[in-house]
């Protein structure tokens, strides 16, 4: 089974609740991550798309850094919002719209 590096939301919490980092580091990123059948670019698209909806905004900003890292061009994370804001509703998207610019303008 593979390992992702740790990310610092794990590392925030990993002296608190050290199995929950535990399953994130072989679970979530070590198998789920790494299955085959999805690559990681689209894996991180429909991971954005899922914590965008569902308002996770905490996890959707290191998600959208993840998501640049795997291959989402910034253009595609701009569309992604902007389709969802007719899914998942206009405040929804605006939220995430702030937070990608914060990612990218951190890079």
């Given at each position: 089974?593979?390992?992702?590096?740790?990310?610092?939301?794990?590392?925030?919490?990993?002296?608190?609740?050290?199995?929950?980092?535990?399953?994130?580091?072989?679970?979530?990123?070590?198998?789920?991550?790494?299955?085959?059948?999805?690559?990681?670019r689209d894996?991180?698209?429909?991971?954005?798309?899922?914590?965008?909806?569902?308002?996770?905004?905490?996890?959707?900003?290191?998600?959208?850094?993840?998501?640049?890292?795997?291959?989402v061009t910034?253009?595609?994370?701009?569309?992604?919002?902007?389709?969802?804001?007719?899914?998942s509703g206009?405040?929804?998207?605006?939220?995430?719209?702030?937070?990608?610019?914060?990612?990218?303008?951190?890079?």
């Amino acid at each position: 089974m593979a390992q992702s590096a740790t990310s610092p939301a794990r590392e925030r919490i990993r002296g608190t609740v050290p199995k929950l980092a535990e399953y994130a580091d072989t679970i979530i990123y070590g198998e789920v991550w790494e299955r085959p059948q999805l690559s990681k670019r689209d894996r991180s698209l429909i991971t954005c798309a899922a914590l965008m909806a569902s308002g996770r905004y905490e996890q959707l900003r290191g998600h959208l850094d993840r998501a640049l890292n795997n291959g989402v061009t910034k253009d595609e994370i701009s569309e992604l919002i902007t389709h969802l804001a007719f899914y998942s509703g206009w405040p929804t998207a605006m939220t995430a719209a702030g937070l990608a610019k914060e990612v990218f303008e951190a890079r």
